[in-house]
Each structure stands twice: as structure tokens, then as C-alpha cells.
């Protein structure tokens, strides 16, 4: 393949993995940031700030596809101060994506927008696709607000994609690995057993599945609207982190009771405890209809790979 992707928000873990495997496809890619920092050596890095309209949109014009994965991060206390962020990161960006949109010749022809599986809120048991319920809660109502700031944003010329991506599981390229940095050191200390009932949902995707699913929605002409990114295979948290576990060849990992963990996240780990005490069980009813062939498909396979 080739031409010109341009991601926006993509010098973190996910944007990098991304980038890694659109350049190894052939794409010219160039990463939209807002650190001046993010450089590397495989892509131009163009900085924006996300909230207004400025000259990173001229390499937007003539590029093949965008691909929007700017948001706060989820992963920290929850206050009012960063609850805000987390909206306003999303739905600003999006809105200014669209606007800059507007003022090109040659806007690209597909736009794949980053969303949340957490839209669906926390159902612990049920297990969700595409067309389920969305949720209640801080998660569900930025996914709901996330997408229908895309909805406005997109062109009637372009086919949108959207992404409700799950926990991702992949390597450290120099921009850390996600949440999995803190899971593995979590469990080095002992600390990785059973948290609460061990029952909630952890659906997840392997990095290389999730870059297949971006690189089927820029290239498949036939792919339109709302995917669920995640493995046919959601688990419970226990048996996750007994795999990971076995992954790391760490043998003891101590149960946390619900009171704990929430002490223990707020205190010491500066993050939200509802990331580890809910959960979701979510598949895609559509990619297994299109007939998607996932490539890691157990959660054991996946955490071997990435520890």
C-alpha cells in the first residue's frame, strides 16, 4: 500500500504500535502530538493542540485516511479536574478534526475514530456486541458524547469507522505498554491474585489484532460505522490474572477484598479502583459476521507474547 495516514493523538502506546505497522505496510505516516518531545525515526511527528485549527491540517489534505486515538488518559483518580479532561480531550479534538476538515481540497476518504468499550457500561455477567445497550456511569456517557462528536465531525464524503476498543495487550516500543505496565509490576510484587469477586469481565485485544482491525478499516472499502475491537475471548478477571501469572512465571499473587483495592488505588497507585473492580464481557457479533480471523484468540497467548 501506499499514501499518506495521519494519526492524531498517536505518540502513546497504541498511536506507536500503529505506527509501527502502517510503515511496515507501506504507508507514509505522520503523527499528530501535542509533546514536543514525541519524535521518532520512523514518522514525522507534527505538533497540535488539539483544540484549534492550525497548519498541522495541511497534512491532513491528499492523505489516504485519519485515524483519531486523542483522549486523556483514563488511567487516574477520578476527580472533577480529570473527569473534565477526559471529556473535553475527546470531544474537542474530534470537533476540531472535522472543522479542519472542511477547509481541505482533498480531505482523506476514510476516518477511523477511537472509541471505548467501556461505553457499554459495567454489566459484570452479560455479555455485549454491537448492538447492546449502552451503560450508565462516567465511562458509558464520554463514549456516547465521543461518538456523537464524530457523527457531527465526519463528512457526508467520507465513510466513517468507529473502534469500541477494549483493554489492549502489547509491547513497550519506548511510549510504555498501557495499563499492562502497572499489571506486571502489580504482580511482581505478589499483589496479582483476585481482586473483589474475580468474576468481573476483562475483554481484551492483542495489539496485532487491533492494527489489523485499523488497517482493514482504512483498506475495506466495505467496513462502516461501529466495530467492537476485542477478542472473541473475554474472560474473568481471575483467570486473567492467573495467566499472567504463568506469563511472568510469578507463582504467588495475593486476593485484594473490593475495601482494599479502593484504598490501595486512590493512596498508593494514584488511579481509579473501578478499573479493576467492574467490567465488561464484550465480543463482535459484526467482524464474526464479515468474517474477521482473529490471530490471537487466548488470553494466554496473548500475555506471553507481550511479558
Known sequence: MSGRVVIAGGSGFLGTSLAVALGERGYEVVVLSR?????????????????????????????????????RSVDCVKTPEH???????????????GLAMKELA?????????????????????????????????????????????????????????LRTSFVLGRDRGAGSGAMDRLKWITRMGLGGTIGSGQQG?????????????????????????YMASSPCPVSQREFMSELRKAMGVWIGLPAPGWLVRLGARFVLKTDPELALYGRYVVSKRLREEGFEFGVREVGDALRDVV
Open 35 to 71: 509533546r514536543e518531545e514525541a519524535r521518532h525515526v520512523g514518522w514525522r511527528v507534527v505538533k497540535w493542540d488539539a483544540r484549534s485549527v492550525g497548519e498541522w491540517m495541511r497534512e491532513l489534505d491528499g492523505a489516504v485516511a485519519l485515524v483519531n486515538l486523542a483522549g
Open 83 to 97: 473527569c473534565d479532561e477526559i471529556l473535553r480531550s475527546r470531544v474537542e479534538s474530534t470537533r476540531v478534526l
Open 106 to 162: 482533498k480531505p482523506p476518504s476514510v476516518w477511523v475514530q477511537m472509541s471505548t468499550a467501556h461505553i457499554y457500561g459495567d454489566p459484570m455477567v452479560e455479555v455485549c456486541d454491537e448492538e447492546s445497550a449502552f451503560g450508565y456511569g462516567l465511562a458509558p456517557t464520554v463514549g456516547r458524547a465521543w461518538e456523537e462528536a464524530f457523527r457531527e465531525a465526519v463528512l457526508p464524503t467520507q465513510r466513517g469507522v468507529v
Open 202 to 226: 476483562i475483554s481484551w485485544i492483542h495489539e496485532a489484532d487491533l492494527n489489523a482491525l485499523f488497517l482493514r478499516a482504512i483498506e475495506n472499502e466495505g467496513m462502516k460505522g461501529a
